[in-house]
């Protein structure tokens, strides 16, 4: 059931990466397009894009940075409760540092 689970999360997570980076690109293309249209102009859509891009890059970065955080936080705890578990295995033997 762990397995299941494992994957499931990942599938997740790697959708989310998808729409942190699409959603922001779309919106910024289609306020462009409506701009160009409206002003007459041609150059709205191309820098809305770009825009769209660094903020799909920008919503990316602070979400991996937000998973390797909370992967090391949960690697850190569980690598704390095997210390403990060691330690008192330690003590009960009779076997000190």
Same mark, same amino acid.
């Given at each position: $059931?762990?397995?299941?689970?494992? &994957?499931y999360?990942?599938?997740a997570?790697?959708?989310q990466?998808g729409?942190?980076?699409? @959603?922001?690109?779309?919106l910024?293309?289609?306020l462009?397009?409506?701009m160009d249209?409206k002003?007459?102009?041609?150059?709205? $859509?191309?820098?809305?894009?770009? &825009?769209?891009?660094l903020?799909?890059f920008?919503?990316?970065?602070v979400?991996?940075r937000? @998973?390797?955080s909370m992967?090391?936080?949960?690697?850190?705890?569980h690598g704390r409760?095997?210390?403990t578990a060691r330690e008192?295995?330690r003590?009960e033997?009779?076997?000190?540092?």
């Amino acid at each position: $059931m762990g397995y299941k689970k494992n &994957v499931y999360h990942a599938l997740a997570m790697i959708t989310q990466f998808g729409i942190n980076m699409l @959603v922001p690109i779309f919106l910024c293309s289609f306020l462009g397009i409506y701009m160009d249209r409206k002003l007459g102009t041609s150059f709205w $859509m191309v820098l809305l894009f770009f &825009v769209g891009a660094l903020a799909g890059f920008r919503n990316v970065y602070v979400f991996a940075r937000r @998973v390797y955080s909370m992967k090391s936080e949960r690697d850190t705890a569980h690598g704390r409760k095997a210390g403990t578990a060691r330690e008192a295995d330690r003590e009960e033997n009779g076997n000190h540092k």
